[in-house]
């Protein structure tokens, strides 16, 4: 059965980094795009990163290109995301999610994790 | 990249059937079959029930159905059960820009 755990989430100041990671299990994670999708509370989901199966290729929504990261670690089975410059609009639940195969696009999001918070507050 | 537009609440008594419409673009539900929707109980992982528009994954029940036309896909619930109270949402992938969109969740009661 597939799984995805969400961890690395808190309450980070403005400006403060964090790091969220999602640990895999139950499928070939090597032959999946990831993705991360966020959503903010009382608004809808939101699409925030995508990786490729080999890592390739990321892409990110405009609003944190240049602040967050995607990575992956095929050997270990674990997304990764690196929030940097964090702002008060970052606070959401965020969800790691698989793609419905190896590449980002023309696709889905097979499953999902159960999401971790972050909360950017001073 | 506007959000697909869902209506905030749908209900529907045991057994009956309802639907969810969830309209966009032509830039991006009117452009692609690549309509899916997801069944999110508060503090649980969100679940797939629905993607390239029609097609089911294996283990949701065949009482979800999906459709679209032009700019605007529909969710189908028949014989609807008090475990289909949740909040559903639809999404499509929409090409260059932000890849994927989502719509703007429908919460589904159980009279």
């Known amino acids: 059965q597939e799984q995805l755990v969400e961890s690395g989430g808190g309450v980070v100041q403005p400006g403060r980094s964090l790091r969220l990671s999602c640990a895999a299990s139950?499928?070939?994670?090597?032959?999946?795009?990831m993705h991360w999708v966020r959503q903010a509370p009382g608004k809808e989901l939101e699409w925030v990163a995508g990786?490729?199966?080999?890592?390739?290729?990321?892409y990110y929504v405009d609003s944190v290109e240049g602040r967050f990261a995607v990575s992956r670690e095929n050997y270990n089975n674990i997304l990764n995301l690196q929030m940097n410059s964090l702002r008060v609009e970052d606070t959401a639940v965020y969800y790691c999610?698989?793609?419905?195969?190896?590449?980002?696009?023309?696709?889905?999001?097979?499953?999902w994790g159960q999401g971790t918070l972050v909360t950017v507050s001073s | 990249q506007s959000a697909l537009t869902q209506p905030a609440s749908v209900s529907g008594s045991p057994g009956q059937s309802i639907s969810i419409s969830c309209t966009g673009t032509?830039?991006?539900?009117?452009?692609?079959?690549?309509v899916s929707w997801y069944q999110h109980i508060p503090d649980k992982a969100p679940k797939l029930m629905i993607f390239?528009?029609?097609d089911r994954p294996s283990g949701v029940s065949n009482r979800f159905s999906g459709s679209k036309s032009g700019n605007t896909a529909s969710l189908t619930i028949s014989g609807l059960q008090a475990e289909d109270e949740a909040d559903y949402y639809c999404s499509s992938y929409s090409g260059s820009g932000t890849p994927y969109v989502f719509g703007t969740g429908t919460k589904v009661t159980v009279l």
């Open positions: 032509s830039s991006d539900i009117g452009s692609f079959n690549y």
């Open positions: 139950g499928f070939y994670f090597s032959d999946y795009g």
């Open positions: 390239d528009v029609s």
């Open positions: 999610a698989r793609a419905g195969h190896s590449s980002l696009w023309n696709s889905y999001f097979h499953s």
């Open positions: 990786i490729w199966n080999d890592g390739s290729r990321k």
